[in-house]
């Protein structure tokens, strides 16, 4: 059967549109993907991932920050109006043998298990006649505890206490000494101890030291009431010149650190108050500042060898993190990798992309 001259035109004026079609279509494919590749170019040469905001933009981001202190939770229970005169009306309660042993039960428990939230930090000793808890009175999740023989302070024990103070936000830090302490007394006698056990008790030698100066007359066993209050304030020094955390927080208002000797005896707490020379160690240079001052760690207890294994490697670690800071040698800087050149990458990308362009559109034109 005949095609009709008005059929057969029609379909003449279809493939012709068709054909003029396929001109723009590949025109707009070769423009989609020559806009691809170039972003893609330009992506990596600003060292990053298509769709990622540039590199300088991203370090101008600040970084995230620290997780916030406990307290500052506001499901938190709020802390004490006066945090140390709830402990001093907690230990006379213990003394009138009123204790109410508050904050101990499962509802406690329930309260506690998701996290914490003490109003206080205490070094004491590890002797098990001074329980801070039992004798100051208090619950679950009140205290935030650090104990060691001696109550002294190295490397894990000042760590321990800038958790307490700076991630939970404690706002009082307590130095809690003890009459009859075995650690002091041995100290003093000179008594033969074993394994690690020496290297603690030279943290009370400075305390002893001070007190022979204070009193020449006195020998060994005399010595130890005194040495116990200047091992007291001794560590509470420790802590003022060689912790920032704490130095920081004292200084803006939002820690208070105080002493004190608990009388195994009668039950009964002798407040020290703060130490007498807290103003002289604030004033003093920084533990950084000095490190960057001295090319070395200015505080005697992060430099000193110790027997302590645990603590050894900390120790080792944060000498070479002083001599960096310090100026020393460094790890070299890696060197940065060269930028691929956006400009000239794009022009090779845009006369290809033309080209065959052209190619196309005269094959389908």
């Known amino acids: ?10 379909r003449r004026s ?63 229970p709020p802390m004490p109006a006066d945090p140390l005169g709830e402990l001093i009306n907690g230990n006379a309660d213990y003394l009138k043998d009123e204790a109410k042993h508050p904050r101990q039960d499962a509802s406690r428990r329930k309260d506690t298990a998701e996290g914490q939230h003490p109003f206080v930090t205490i070094v004491s000793c590890s002797d098990s006649r001074v329980p801070p808890e039992i004798l100051f009175n208090q619950g679950l999740g009140d205290v935030f505890s650090v104990r060691v023989a001696g109550n002294v302070v190295d490397t894990d024990e000042m760590g ?7 991630h939970l936000g404690t706002p009082l830090l307590v130095v809690l000494g003890h009459t009859r302490c075995g650690a002091v007394t041995d100290a003093a006698m000179h008594a033969a101890t074993h394994g690690h056990v020496p290297a603690l008790l030279e943290k009370i030698r400075p305390a002893l030291e001070a007190t022979k100066a204070r009193f020449p007359d006195l020998v060994e066993k005399d010595l130890v009431p005194g040495a116990i209050k200047a091992n007291v304030l001794h560590t509470m020094a420790d802590l003022l010149k060689s912790s920032p955390e704490v130095r920081e927080r004292v200084k803006g208002g939002k820690l208070t650190v105080v002493g004190g000797v608990y009388d195994i005896s009668t039950g009964a707490v002798e407040w020290l108050g703060k130490h007498p020379e807290e103003a002289v160690f604030l004033a003093a240079p920084d533990p950084d500042e000095r490190a960057a001052s001295t090319g070395r760690m200015g505080d005697k207890h992060v430099k000193k060898p110790t027997t302590l294994g645990h603590a050894a490697p900390v120790k080792e670690h944060a000498e070479a993190a002083a001599e960096v800071h310090a100026g020393g040698d460094a790890a070299p800087e890696t060197p940065e990798k060269p930028r691929p050149s956006f400009p000239i990458g794009f022009a090779i990308v845009a006369f290809l992309a033309t080209l065959g362009g052209i190619v196309s559109a005269r094959m389908f034109g």
Not at 1 to 10: D, G, H, L, Q, R
Not at 23 to 39: E, F, H, K, M, V
Not at 43 to 69: D, I, W
Not at 160 to 166: A, I, M, Q, R, T
Request: net charge positive; glycine share 6%; aromatic share 4%.
């Open 14 to 76: 279809r493939r012709a549109l068709r054909r003029a079609s396929r001109g723009p279509r590949a025109w707009l494919l070769l423009l989609c993907i020559t806009a691809l590749i170039s972003a893609t170019a330009y992506a990596r040469a600003e060292g990053a991932e298509p769709g990622a905001p540039p590199a300088s933009k991203a370090a101008a981001a600040p970084p995230a920050s620290a997780a916030a202190p406990a307290s500052a939770d506001p499901a938190a």
């Open 1 to 10: 059967m005949a095609t009709s001259p008005s059929i057969a035109s029609a």
């Open 160 to 166: 321990s206490v800038e958790y307490g103070v700076g």
